[in-house]
């Protein structure tokens, strides 16, 4: 069924509704942040630090709305993430540049792709081209020209090993990384520490060291045993469990839609009698 860019049976929508790809965001997330220009983007113009849940809800508001919303829901969130970043601007860095756009957006597949084969096991050739060519909308979305995004999974991989092979985080990323891993919301604290431990154990290692996240045997075998009791768990859950964030966050923003038009009619009514 075709409800909105994507049919159901679309590769990233299989991928998408998975909760268990949310393991994947701390790694997509510094991955982002040790990009120069992304990196000071955030410091300069973004509280998630301090507020790391609505940042969450915002990413996964544009995520679930790309992949599941309907053609009028993805553009009214893209055109406001757009809106958004026009006003992220400052020195070296313009959240409207291409090749920012480009490393964020493939930050999101490439963290989709490394989760599900962890849980699920190898995908075939054919879906990861599938997968890759619909991941293009994260970055069209945003405003990256369609023939930026890589062709087949192949050239995508060659594209990722290239930016990974020439990244050196800095300061304001490792700074980043420490207040995303430790913050000072103790009520979220095990949640952003278990973040750590699955982004640090998914970065190349040079990058988890340029990047200061701590790692030695220990971290790796609670890395392998929580992949290990995940692989054996997760995969034999209902659907209607694994994708209770997805329909949540569909809820959600429908929700959000459906007040602010009775809020616009209401002011609509108010001025056509005044």
Not at 169 to 190: C, G, N, V, Y
Not at 201 to 230: C, E, K, S, T
């Amino acid at each position: 069924m075709a409800n909105g860019l994507f049919t159901d049976d679309a590769q990233i929508r299989r991928v998408t509704r998975e909760a268990v790809i949310l393991a994947g965001a701390g790694y997509a997330i510094v991955l982002q942040v040790a990009n120069p220009g992304v990196g000071q983007g955030v410091a300069d113009h973004s509280d998630f630090t301090e507020r790391p849940l609505d940042r969450l809800r915002g990413t996964l508001t544009f995520i679930y709305g790309m992949v599941f919303g309907t053609p009028e829901e993805a553009e009214r969130i893209a055109r406001g993430v757009r809106a958004a970043h026009k006003r992220v601007t400052g020195p070296g860095y313009d959240a409207s540049d291409p090749d920012l756009q480009l490393w964020v957006a493939a930050t999101l597949c490439d963290g989709g792709i490394r989760i599900y084969e962890l849980v699920f096991g190898p995908m075939s050739p054919e879906e990861k081209d599938e997968f890759c060519a619909q991941c293009a909308v994260y970055a069209t979305s945003l405003g990256c020209p369609a023939d930026r995004w890589p062709a087949g999974h192949a050239a995508f991989e060659h594209y990722v090993a290239g930016e990974l092979a020439a990244i050196e985080p800095t300061d304001t990323a490792r700074r980043i990384a420490q207040a995303l891993f430790d913050p000072p919301q103790r009520l979220i604290r095990p949640a952003a520490r278990l973040q750590g431990l699955l982004a640090a154990g998914l970065l190349p290692p040079r990058i988890r060291d340029d990047l200061g996240l701590p790692w030695d045997a220990v971290r790796q075998r609670r890395f392998d045993r929580l992949i290990a009791g995940v692989r054996a768990v997760y995969p034999r859950l209902p659907l209607a469990v694994r994708a209770l964030p997805k329909n949540a966050f569909m809820w959600d923003i429908r929700r959000r839609a459906a007040r602010r038009g009775r809020v616009g009619a209401r002011r609509g009514h108010s001025a056509i009698r005044n």
